[in-house]
């Protein structure tokens, strides 16, 4: 009978956990305004901290099923990413590389202060170049966000992502290297996964579009064929241990260039879309270990403040120079504050394709996750408000 009841507890934890959470991210967003994903978040560490049966990684397809959510977000960050205004504002896709490279040699740094090897510092400081394309897109979407600061929070979080996934397998290959000596497995572990991460999401990006142009597909259709393009390309990165994320972005990118249009309403690819979104963001809170939060606290906040210090500062710097007022650049900066959900998935990702030290960075990062995922999208929403780009209107 016990075993009956673990079973049964297994079986209906998540269905029941994203229900609560769906009904306090309503009730909490009608209260005081919070940001929906932070209660999620709430409740996936609420779930993680009392061990709820069945919120473990033990239940098969989770992870690859969060990576599918993650990845229907990167195509539309990529897909609201246009190419032009890089060639018509050079500043900005260089101010993105620019502060990449800040934040990564700011983090490396910080983390000397702590008893770390070199090859764990690598890693978070690769990490914490990402900012949270699902944090950031979801609020952005949630207040109906547009303007300046809106445009360029996106563009950078794009190019932030990319560097850090580029930032990553580096890293990566100079730990095969550093281990096994083997310069061709370093450097095919490295660049190959890049480089055809982004053929095969350009690839399709090509191709997706030139099949919809063949026919007349309604609105409602071409966000079905986009989503399940989105699904293929991260069932075939699985099976090629490819990055599900990088070609997801890369996807979207094209996609807008090759000019097929999603409308406003399609954003978030509707309701399966909320469903994945809070799906994601309960199960990335669940996979934080509530031991490590506490004695990794310390070194997060630390990392948050000069990870915050490098991104405000690099944009405040090159306000002027990239066409905006030093107050834009400063809110841009503090909007590009969550990084919890892109991290943490990539981290899981080279874990699974048998990168070792995985499991301790996530372990001595977790407290920095915790303050991220749930004060992040709060800086976000916060910052936006201020920006007064927000078009959120009471029913």
């Not at 049966?53 to 990413?81: K, M, W």
């Not at 690839?203 to 989105?230: I, K």
Request: charged share 10%; glycine share 8%; hydrophobic share 55%.
């Amino acid at each position: 009978m016990a075993t009956d009841y673990n079973f049964l507890l297994q079986s209906i934890a998540w269905p029941v956990v994203l229900l609560l959470a769906w009904f306090v991210g309503e009730r909490v967003y009608e209260t005081w305004h919070l940001p929906r994903v932070t209660s999620y978040v709430a409740v996936g560490l609420l779930g993680g901290l009392i061990n709820l049966p069945g919120l473990t990684n033990d239940v098969p397809g989770l992870p690859f099923l969060a990576n599918v959510a993650l990845s229907l977000v990167l195509f539309e960050l990529g897909y609201r990413i246009n190419l032009r205004w890089f060639r018509h504002n050079p500043w900005v896709l260089l101010l993105g590389v620019v502060e990449s490279a800040a934040t990564f040699a700011a983090i490396y740094w910080a983390s000397a202060w702590f008893d770390l090897t070199v090859d764990l510092r690598l890693i978070i400081a690769a990490l914490s170049i990402s900012a949270s394309p699902a944090g950031i897109v979801r609020v952005a979407n949630e207040l109906r966000s547009a303007g300046q600061v809106t445009e360029r929070v996106l563009h950078l979080c794009a190019i932030n992502c990319l560097m850090s996934v580029i930032a990553l397998k580096v890293v990566v290959g100079y730990w095969y290297l550093s281990t096994s000596g083997d310069l061709v497995l370093a450097s095919f572990g490295s660049m190959y996964v890049v480089a055809i991460s982004l053929a095969v999401g350009g690839l399709l990006g090509v191709t997706v579009p030139w099949l919809l142009r063949r026919r007349s597909t309604h609105e409602r259709g071409v966000t079905v064929v986009f989503a399940l393009s989105v699904l293929l390309l991260t069932t075939a990165a699985y099976g090629l241990k490819l990055s599900p994320l990088l070609a997801a972005l890369t996807f979207g990118i094209v996609a807008r260039e090759r000019r097929v249009h999603l409308t406003n309403a399609q954003r978030d690819f509707g309701t399966g879309g909320d469903l994945l979104s809070v799906f994601l963001f309960v199960y990335i809170a669940s996979l934080l270990d509530w031991a490590d939060v506490g004695t990794g606290m310390l070194l997060g906040t630390w990392l948050i403040l000069v990870r915050t210090a490098s991104k405000v500062g690099c944009n405040l710097l090159a306000a002027r120079l990239s066409g905006i007022t030093e107050r834009k650049g400063l809110l841009t900066g503090l909007a590009l504050t969550p990084m919890s959900a892109f991290a943490i998935l990539l981290l899981e990702q080279t874990r699974l394709y048998g990168f070792a030290p995985a499991v301790q960075v996530l372990s001595i990062m977790a407290g920095m996750m915790l303050l991220q995922e749930l004060l992040g999208p709060v800086v976000t929403q916060r910052t936006l408000m201020v920006a007064h780009e927000t078009h959120v209107t009471k029913e």
